[in-house]
């Protein structure tokens, strides 16, 4: 069996390569001014379908043979991973159905079907997930492409640490002092923690989770994988709404220096400071690093720190509500 490594995430960067775009390592004299040291943005809502998921899809994807081609492949995700697999089985001629949350927002489900992906709606307080994928995926001889627990897909999304340390020492900015990144069920993070170990290993790695959602954070404390509890309207960041962290990601993410978490209000904060200041569209769950350091939850004075804005794919009614300064974290979503 394949297993994760920082070998695999090379390997990925030659695989993804001329179908993922290297996205740009952005500096902002004002964000630096405003945090009193120098921060370097990994713009990954740059990339293919607006997020970072498209690196672990494509790596894992394109890697189908012929007669997996032809099953086509199926997928569960609240809206990223299924914009990425949609894109990236359309790049290589296959088939994408994607299991998806009733409560997505509509930009995602429209993402996946733009890139010609079937849709199932499901209901994520009542019904698994993962039930439907598996069922779905043997009743049709399909390919299930997990969002973070598959091997190729965490050393896909490890990529985004591999250009990161190559675009910083490039700027005159290795070593990192720190580099900060969102967690849910933990193939982003893990993917950079086989690429920081390796080229940066001194480099402590953060993660960062919404306050209501923070399983990773509670599974680190407990030295085993936790499930939250379902949290109906607990945060505006849909993208990291996993209940418990990847059975194959977590043992990687025990290396983590430690994982902080963010509310609702320093998130919209990040959103509306990304918009306003850096002049980039971040989506909720996209924007949780930027939030902790702006909100002071990571020390960034006099330091060099790295982070990943890991998507841009946001419901059109919140963005608007919280860049125009109407967002109440108290009530949005809350009204019957």
Known sequence: MHTASFAGVQDAARQIAGHAVRTPLIESPALNAEVGGRVLLKAETLQVAGAFKFRGA?????????DEKRRGVVAYSSGNHAQAVAAAARMVGTSAVIVMPADSPGVKVEGVRSFGGEVRMYDRYSESRE????EIAASKGSVLVRPFDDPFVIEGQGTIGLEIMDQAKALGAVPLDKLVCGASGGGLIAGVNLAMAALSPHTPVIGVEPEHYNDTQLSLAAGKRLTHAPAPGATICDALMTDRPGELTFPINRRLDRVETVSDAEVAEAVRYAFRVLKLVVEPGGAVSLAALL????????RTTAVILSGGNVDPSLYSAIIEDRFDPETWGKSA
Do not use: C, D, P, W
């Open 295 to 302: 909100a002071g939850k990571v020390q960034t004075q006099g």
């Open 131 to 134: 039930a439907i994928g598996e």
């Open 58 to 66: 494509y790596n894992r994807i394109s890697r189908l043979t012929e």
